[in-house]
């Protein structure tokens, strides 16, 4: 890929964890159980560090690193606007899931691109923490519902 290319793939991946970050924010809201509250900061956390990896690497292509803005006021990508109607925990939970399934998408698409090395490194990182949250948002819904 030429830097262009890739300055254009991390930007669109950097979008992908800031939406996220706010949708983690929305659902957190939303539940009650501390416990899954506390899971769900954590996957926030690690979005809010993918975002920061991947604002350096932008740094370090010459390009804009993204903001997430405080005054954030609605998703970039469509699929995350589920979790405006959530309701309750299930429905916080499912809607992170669905978002969760589309951020696995991109990061997978994202690991078979052609990246220079560290570029590579980085996404897969991203990648696996990626499917650790899918597959821990699937096993706390069938903990809720058995
Ligand atoms: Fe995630």
Known sequence: MTDDEMIAELVNLAQCDIDAIEAYQQAID?????????????????????????NAALKKLG?????????????????FTAIRSLTGTAGALKAMISNEEFINKRYLT?????????????????????????????????????
Do not use: C, M, W
Not at 63 to 79: M, N, Q, S, V, Y
């Open 30 to 54: 939303s539940i009650k159980e501390i416990e899954i509250a506390d899971t769900l900061r954590k996957f926030k956390n690690d979005h809010q560090r993918h975002v920061e990896k991947l």
């Open 63 to 79: 390009a804009t690193p993204l903001e997430h803005k405080a005054d954030f006021k609605g998703f970039i990508i469509k699929g």
């Open 110 to 146: 994202a690991t078979i691109a052609d990246f220079s090395d560290d570029y590579k490194t980085l996404v897969t990182e991203n990648y696996s923490d990626e499917k650790h949250h899918l597959e821990t948002l699937k096993v706390l819904l069938t903990e809720l519902n058995p």
